[in-house]
């Protein structure tokens, strides 16, 4: 089958449609006695809509990731409780993820003045990388097309406008280099 460019299986349509209807209202990982059974649960749904997902990963309660179907996770990394991430992200290994991040794709277009905004679309969207051994805070909002490169830290409420190097600290709006981990 192919959808919006992207070519998927039946097999990840039916596992799609899985974790949209039961899975993502599940405990999150932490909740006591039930919760390693409801990460297992998505992990081993999400293995199969993901275009590559890594070992020990995980999708908490709440996690949209739209489609999913050009999303690559590497080991040990996760998306957070009630966060939104595109479905082409690619994210890396050992990533932690805070709950409420907000990633975006897109933008709205702004270069007219004699057409409304509302009016003139989005822009085109932008693949956000997240490198190795990155840890996201708690409510960060990334603006389309950001890379984060390894090693770096992005502190919880950041508004994540522009790249920055590895070992980043990072912090707030807008976001802005707080110090390195060199």
Known sequence: ????????????FTALIIYKLFLVWLASSTTPIIGKICRKLRYSCCRHIF??????????????????????IGDNSGIGVNCTVPGNIVIG???????????LSTNHSFDRIDVPMIEQGNTFQL??????DVWIGRQVIFTPGRIVKKGSIIAAGCVLSKNFSEYSIIGGNPSRIIKTRI
């Open 51 to 72: 275009l590559y997902c890594g070992k020990n990963v995980n999708i908490e309660r709440g996690a949209n990731f739209g489609s999913g179907f050009r999303l690559r």
């Open 127 to 132: 693949d956000t990388i997240i490198e190795d």
């Open 1 to 12: 089958m192919k959808y919006k460019n992207v070519e998927f299986s039946v097999k990840q």
């Open 93 to 103: 290994k050992n990533v932690m993820m805070g709950p409420e991040c907000y990633i």
